[in-house]
């Protein structure tokens, strides 16, 4: 692999020929990395294609490059949604940087029974610009060219009217992945993940007339850990 395919940039200004890096990546670009114009690098548009271009012009917080050519990469199913019970703040960050080298293609949180307080009243859009730094630094390094996106929290009711395809819930007395796996692939899977305090008796009920518990192993995992282990889980079906 070249210097120039180990790097991946992120763009969304971009017309048949040229695209356009913003102040953040011509900073990672030039004084982390130290190309100069005249080099070749690759760049995505964060939802599926990846482009192959040349540097043109560069300033200080903008650089011009040329499209020399382009790829789109097939999405392979299932298509991941994780249903995760908010946790804290810092948590939702390390789901955003976990979850997109694993192809999750959205994050709802859900407002559970036992879930953190509410820390997102009317600061949201804030928080939501730095998870979103987040997940395109994740798909940077992972070489990813889907961006994962991350809605604003919702109800537990809310969450269970909007599931898609296979419905998965994490709960202890669940099946193991092997159990629950058949040889057709689902196009989509729903994954539940509990809060810190776990779901409520209800929230159970609920999710098991939906859906199919899975047990993550013997031990009791922290949320974002056992979101990442359940995604890891459900890949298996993309091998």
């Known amino acids: 692999m070249s210097r120039s395919d180990h790097f991946l940039f992120y763009s969304t200004e971009i017309s048949d020929q040229v695209l356009v890096l913003g102040s953040d990546e011509v900073a990672h670009l030039t004084q982390v990395l130290r190309f100069t114009e005249g080099d070749e690098i690759l760049v995505t548009d964060g939802v599926g294609t990846i482009f192959d271009c040349r540097i043109e012009k560069m300033k200080r917080d903008r650089a011009l490059c040329s499209i ?109 992945m092997a159990q629950v796996s058949t040889e057709q692939k689902p196009s989509s899977v729903s994954i539940f993940v509990g809060p810190p305090g776990g779901f409520s008796d209800e929230e159970k009920a609920i999710l098991a007339a939906n859906g199919t518990a899975i047990a993550l192993g013997p031990w009791r995992l922290r949320t974002e850990l056992a979101a990442v282990t359940a995604v890891a889980l459900v890949n298996q079906w993309r091998l």
């Not at 990813?144 to 709960?171: H, K, Q, R, Y």
């Open 68 to 176: 020399l050519s382009k790829k789109t990469v097939p999405f392979d199913s299932p298509l991941i949604t994780l249903y995760v019970g908010v946790p804290d703040r810092d948590r939702i960050e390390t789901l955003c940087e976990e979850l997109p080298p694993l192809g999750v293609i959205k994050v709802i949180p859900v407002i559970t029974q036992h879930c953190q307080k509410n820390w997102w009243d009317g600061r949201w859009d804030k928080c939501e610009e730095r998870f979103g730094r987040k997940i395109i630094a994740s798909i940077k390094q992972s070489h990813n060219p889907f961006a994962m996106t991350i809605d604003f929290p919702v109800t537990f009711a809310e969450a269970i009217s909007s599931v898609e395809g296979t419905v998965l819930f994490c709960d202890e007395t669940g099946a193991s």
